[in-house]
């Protein structure tokens, strides 16, 4: 019951705050409602020299500490038995270990070459334009992330003997359906800030478009966790931040209060000042999201934090980023694509993505592992909780 309490209030709140600021704002709802949304409302900002360096300052700063913190650990001498990769063997077994990240005995396995071959063949038909292909031109992006899903399984079925896709499979399949929700929830906020667009959808009816959409979108947290998974079996990349930085808070519900508080605030300014608070398109989720997770769970993905262990937030932080490196990779060359208008930092683009904009991948990377274990926690238990 509490669980169904936190996925309902989760809901309404994240969809209904947004279109109470415009209401109170005294904007017409009819524009952030249109489906297919083709219509450009939203004048945006140029760029800004100050901004930009601002907020790439603030980026920097945030990720400086645990750049620095890992990549000491990587070039630190293991041979005293002082390391953390050191530690971590005797933690875990030294056989365990050989057995899977450091002398892995298991072959690639043979469906890991099929999704190789699902990918090739759909990368190279995204990107050109055969004649005889013209009428699938525009639907090659869910076999490329399919294709890459078999692959990232596999290369973890290889290191370590174990894949989400095998091991988990329920877990895994009912991901497709979330996360097909979980995105067309982040097309909606995008209706209040307008940051990206798409080419070529004016001549689909609604029906076409929500068929067409939803397909690629259910790819998208099979790929942001299977790559979660795998950054995990690299232990020199991850156990520094085992024991790390502290964060010491007394009073856990009262800040889930507040946070929910701030990240609702945050919903609800998108319509108003859209040019202001677009980041608030990938902070306010989480805020809202981790607030419930401890209001009626008693923990989040946030637990381990007030023991140092900052691995959790790190990890699907990380493999956001390498997925939205891929997704803007992949995307640049497809003849059904998205581009960008990001205010103030709408400059120096690695493929259609404003290089700035790829800090927002890092939340988003931890939005994905919340709201996997909001729904489908069942079957993907956290194991910490506040004490």
Same mark, same amino acid.
């Given at each position: 019951?509490?669980?169904?309490?936190?996925?309902?209030?989760?809901?309404? +709140?994240?969809?209904?705050?947004?279109?109470?600021?415009?209401? /109170?704002?005294?904007?017409?709802?009819?524009?952030?409602?249109?489906?297919?949304?083709?219509?450009?409302? /939203?004048?945006?900002?140029?760029?800004?020299?100050?901004? *930009?360096?601002?907020?790439?300052?603030?980026?920097?700063?945030?990720?400086?500490?645990? /750049?620095?913190?890992?990549?000491?650990?990587?070039?630190?001498?293991?041979?005293?038995?002082?390391?953390?990769?050191?530690?971590?063997?005797?933690?875990?077994?030294?056989?365990?270990?050989?057995?899977?990240?450091? =002398?892995?005995?298991?072959?690639?396995?043979?469906?890991?070459?099929?999704?190789?071959?699902?990918?090739?063949?759909?990368?190279?038909?995204?990107?050109?334009?055969?004649?005889?292909?013209?009428?699938?031109?525009?639907?090659?992006? =869910?076999?490329?992330?399919?294709?890459?899903?078999?692959?990232?399984?596999?290369?973890?079925?290889?290191?370590?003997?174990?894949?989400?896709?095998?091991?988990?499979?329920?877990?895994?399949?009912?991901? *497709?359906?979330?996360?097909?929700? #979980?995105?067309?929830?982040?097309?909606?906020?995008?209706?209040?800030?307008?940051?990206?667009?798409?080419?070529?959808?004016?001549? #689909?009816?609604?029906?076409?478009?929500?068929?067409?959409?939803?397909?690629? #979108?259910?790819? $998208?947290?099979?790929?942001?966790?299977?790559?979660?998974?795998?950054?995990?079996?690299?232990?020199?990349?991850?156990?520094?931040?085992?024991?790390?930085?502290?964060?010491?808070?007394?009073?856990?519900?009262?800040?889930?209060? @507040?946070? #929910? /508080?701030?990240?609702?605030?945050? @919903?609800?300014?998108?319509?108003?000042?859209?040019?202001?608070?677009?980041?608030? $398109?990938?902070?306010?989720?989480?805020?809202?999201?981790? =607030?419930?997770?401890? @209001?009626?769970?008693?923990?989040?993905? *946030?637990?381990?934090?007030?023991?140092?262990?900052?691995?959790?937030?790190?990890?699907?932080?990380?493999? +956001?980023?390498?997925?939205?490196?891929?997704?803007?990779?992949?995307?640049?060359?497809?003849?059904?694509?998205?581009?960008?208008?990001?205010?103030? $930092?709408?400059?120096?683009?690695? *493929?259609?993505?404003?290089?700035?904009?790829?800090?927002?991948?890092?939340?988003?990377?931890?939005?994905?592992?919340?709201?996997?274990?909001?729904?489908?926690?069942?079957?993907?238990? $956290?194991?910490?909780?506040?004490?």
């Amino acid at each position: 019951m509490k669980r169904l309490l936190a996925e309902l209030s989760l809901i309404v +709140g994240l969809v209904g705050i947004p279109l109470l600021g415009v209401i /109170v704002a005294g904007k017409p709802l009819a524009q952030y409602l249109e489906f297919p949304p083709v219509t450009q409302y /939203v004048e945006h900002a140029g760029f800004s020299r100050q901004v *930009f360096f601002a907020l790439s300052l603030f980026v920097c700063l945030v990720l400086a500490p645990f /750049v620095i913190r890992i990549l000491a650990a990587l070039t630190r001498r293991e041979g005293k038995g002082t390391g953390y990769f050191s530690q971590w063997l005797k933690q875990v077994g030294r056989s365990r270990v050989e057995k899977s990240c450091l =002398s892995p005995s298991i072959s690639f396995p043979w469906w890991g070459w099929l999704g190789a071959g699902l990918l090739a063949i759909a990368w190279i038909l995204a990107w050109s334009r055969f004649p005889w292909f013209e009428t699938w031109q525009g639907f090659t992006f =869910s076999p490329i992330w399919l294709g890459y899903i078999i692959v990232i399984n596999a290369w973890t079925f290889r290191r370590t003997g174990h894949c989400l896709m095998l091991d988990r499979p329920k877990y895994f399949l009912w991901l *497709f359906p979330l996360s097909a929700g #979980f995105w067309w929830y982040f097309e909606y906020l995008n209706r209040f800030v307008q940051n990206w667009h798409y080419v070529g959808i004016d001549s #689909f009816s609604p029906l076409e478009y929500f068929i067409y959409a939803t397909l690629p #979108f259910s790819t $998208v947290l099979p790929a942001v966790l299977s790559t979660k998974e795998w950054l995990e079996s690299f232990p020199r990349a991850t156990l520094p931040l085992r024991d790390f930085w502290p964060v010491r808070i007394r009073h856990w519900r009262l800040a889930a209060v @507040l946070s #929910f /508080v701030a990240g609702g605030a945050g @919903l609800a300014g998108l319509g108003i000042w859209p040019d202001v608070l677009f980041p608030a $398109v990938w902070m306010s989720p989480i805020l809202i999201m981790a =607030s419930l997770q401890i @209001l009626f769970d008693g923990r989040s993905l *946030f637990s381990g934090l007030q023991h140092g262990d900052w691995r959790s937030v790190w990890v699907p932080a990380l493999s +956001g980023l390498c997925c939205g490196l891929l997704w803007e990779l992949w995307n640049s060359r497809s003849l059904a694509h998205w581009q960008y208008t990001v205010p103030y $930092v709408q400059r120096f683009s690695l *493929f259609e993505m404003p290089l700035l904009g790829y800090a927002g991948y890092l939340p988003f990377g931890v939005e994905c592992a919340i709201i996997a274990e909001l729904f489908l926690g069942r079957w993907n238990p $956290v194991k910490r909780a506040i004490q």
